[in-house]
Structures are given as C-alpha cells and as structure tokens.
C-alpha cells in the first residue's frame, strides 16, 4: 500500500538556518530518506517551499481566480511530504515517528488510493 | 454433550461461547470485518433452519465455524475478483475442510490489537472491543453509553470503513511496539469497567463483568505478560469491593469505611495471587502499580498510606498525568505530608479547576488543616461538580461537619 506522510510544522519551530543544529537536522532528513530507500519503501519525497512562495488557484464559472498564498492560513504549514510504499499502516506509522520534524511538527499520514 | 432442548436456546449459547473466536477466525481469512460478519450471519440463520430440521449437531461450534466459512466463501465468490479474494478463498476452502474445524489456531488475540490500534478513537476501539470480542450487540453497547443505536451503529461502521481503508494490519505488534500497544488494549479493558463501575451498582453490572471476561481471555492469549495479569488484579481487586462502596444511606464510602463483610472474599484472593504472579515476573508496569495501590487499600489494618504514596510515585515515571498528580498528593497527605500535599494540589489547580475528585480531595484536606470555610467553598464546588447522588449524598454529609 502506499502512503503519503505529510509534514507539517509552525515557521521557526525548528532549528535555525546555519546553528549547529540545523545541520544535525538535515543530516536526519538525508538518513531518514536513505533509510527508506534502502528498504525499498522510498516512493518520493521533497521539501517545499515556504507558503509566501505558495499561489492558490480555483476554476469559479470558468473563470480561473488566483490567489496569493495558501489553501489555509493555519499555525502549522505544510512544509514536505514523503511517498511511501509499505505492507500497512503500522509501517507506515513507524516510518512517519523517524521523520525529523515529528519532533517539533506533526506528520499526517495518508493511505493513498487505488482505482 | 447435553443436547440443548431447543435450536434457538443451543444456537445462542454457541454464539455467547464461540462468536469472538469464529469471527476472529473469518476476520483473519477475508481481512474484512463487514465480510465476516455478514458471514457469521448468514451461518447463524442457516444454523436455525438446519437444526430445527435434523437436529443439533453433536459439535454446534465446529457446525457453526465450517458453515460460516463456507459461506464466506460464497460471499467473496460474487465479489469482483482480485488476487487477495483469491487467496483468502483457497485458505477458507483448506480450513473449512478441516477435520476438527475448532482446532485451526485461535487468532483473538490479533483481533483484539486491531480493534484497540491507536489510529481508531479511543471511544471506537471500546465499542469495537465490546460488538467484536465480547459479542455485545449494538444495542447494547448503545445503551451503556448513552447514544443512539444509530449514532453506535454510524461509530462501529465508521471504525471498520477506517481498518479497511487505513491498512490498519491486522496482527499482533512487533515486539518493541508490544509495551504500546497492549497499554492501549488494557486502557479499553479498562474503560469498559470504569464505563460499568460509575454507572452504578445494578446497570452497569454488564459491563464489569465483560471487562472481567477481555482481562481473563487476554490472560490466556498472552499468558506470560506481567501487565496483562496487572490489569486482571487490578480489576477483580476493585471489583470485589463493588458491592461495599455505598453505604446504606446511599453514601460513596471510601475503602477504609467499607463494611468488609460486603467484600467479595474470593475474588480479593483470587485478585491478590493474580498480582502475585505478575511481580514475580519482575517487568513492572503502570496496571501492575495500580493493582498493588487497590491491594493496599484492602489491607486488614488499613490502608498503608506511604507506600500507596511511594506507588503513585513510581506510576508517575509512566503516566504523568494530574489526576495522578491528584492520587499522589492525597496519599502523601493520608500518610501525614498535609503541607506537602497542599502544595501539589496548588501545582496541579490550573489544569483540574473543573475536575470533581480535584475538588472534592482538596475540600477534605483544607478541612483536615483547619481552614473550613474555604473548605467550605471547595465542597460546594465539588458538590456542583458531582453526577451521582451518592457523591453527593457523601460531599454534603462532610460539608456540614464543618466547625463554622
């Protein structure tokens, strides 16, 4: 089955940009990701940018309205996710508590559907 | 065996036995509860018109688990095929011509981490625990919980919809998620008794016993798990004390005041040797904690107060809540730290300012410093806060000892 972890944190939750820590982070994401692959579960997975860069878009009488910004101004933005592919949710869960940002964020995970 | 005197009668009482077990067994096979259900159904209808036909038959449970099998199979067979359909066919069909159809393994215990996962509600896992496992019909679980049949009814569709769609497995957990996970099953076992114990003596009898019946059943699924047996203790030591903790007068009375003659003497045997057998295991645990803090409360010279305290300490290392903080401050203060147990009761008011007990325990012990009429105002607070009448009765009872 395949799952689809979405990470979401507050801005600046996490370790500064260019701290010591930040580095220790990023290497969690690079074995995190290396991890997955190795055990064959790896599908896809990226970082995003921030929501500033974000443009929403909806088709309202056939007319395409643009907006500046996100789906929802919420605390927590989605800032990544990671497609998996694992036997169940239990894996899925296992894998989605050794994403760095758990620490600080929260990962909502889920199942993707099949036709 | 004795034959039954009616197909009905024999029907339900194979049913009341076997029901966990054969659904477990489907629910293994199909990978799908509403399937297996469906299946046990149509078995149990079927049951009723064969029996009444030719008879009961010498095994009704081995009857019951073959026809159930074959009548999953039938119900798979009109589905659109894929390959897990087939599969789950092949192994019906292997295991339904089984010699002894009762001997293939029992697989509750999977059903039982399945319906407790931690990605249901914790109010879905109780009521999938009590419809799956314990066999309680939807309108019962309904009744003891106050809803609807329909809104239950909504609820357990809704926690089988999320098993099937969320690949929720259906297995028991790998052995460093295990301490988990089956925290999660007992907390259900748990919250079914609690569910029957504050509905009152009578009305939530059911529910108790049920509790009882998951906690023995996990003991021989799991059966040399220290928690496991914790919980079991934990539960008969309370239960034993049921019949004793209201007072003629309808008053809630605390261990220490209980008539002891009222306490269930076997069962606080049977609860004493349970925990017994868990500690020796030496792999503590927070349900084993709380059966040694029920076991102290029924020590013949009372309640031995510093190492009820020294216990709620050490269960605070696992479950850092304040209602623990709460226990933990009375205890110290029963066993003489007053000032001690007033200054934790301060720490914790923040986040329990509504919580009855909090309100209750800190009117006792600003009465006991001789502080009445702030006592005063935190037993009318608590009284506010009470649901049963016996609360209630016992709350004002100590308000109006009060020295004014």
Known sequence: ?115 | MLQAPDPTQALNLTLRADRGRILAALIARVRDFQLAEEALQDAATSALAHWSRSGIPSRPEAWLIRVAFRKAIDRLRSHSRDSARDTAMTVLAQDEAEEDPMDIPDDRLRLIFTCCHPALEPKSRVALTLRTIAGLTTADIARAFLDTEPTMGQRLSRAKAKIAAAGIPFRIPDPEDWPDRLNSVLTVVYLIYNAGYTSGPTTGQDLCREAIFLARLLTTLAPSDAEVEGCLALLLLTHARADARISPEGLTLPPAQQDRSLWDTHMLTEGLATLDSAMARRNPGPFQIKAAIAALHTAQNGPGWPQIAALYTRLLAFEPTPVIRLNHAVAVSEAGGLGEALIHLADIEPELADYQPFNAAKADLLARSGRAAEAHTAYAKAIALSDSPADIAFLLQRQSLLSH
């Open chain 1, 1 to 115: 089955m395949q799952y689809l972890a979405l990470i979401y944190a507050a801005p600046n939750s996490g370790p500064a940009y260019g701290t010591p820590e930040f580095k220790t982070f990023m290497d969690g994401y690079f074995a995190f990701t290396a991890l997955l692959k190795e055990k064959g579960a790896f599908v896809a997975g990226d970082g995003l940018k921030g929501t500033d860069t974000a443009t929403s878009l909806r088709l309202r009488g056939g007319k395409v309205e643009t907006m500046d910004g996100p789906f929802a101004e919420t605390k927590e933005h989605l800032g990544g996710y990671y497609l998996m592919e694992v036997p169940d949710l239990d894996t899925a869960l296992k894998y989605a508590a050794m994403i760095p940002s758990a620490a600080f964020g929260t990962i909502e995970v889920r199942p993707v559907m099949t036709y």
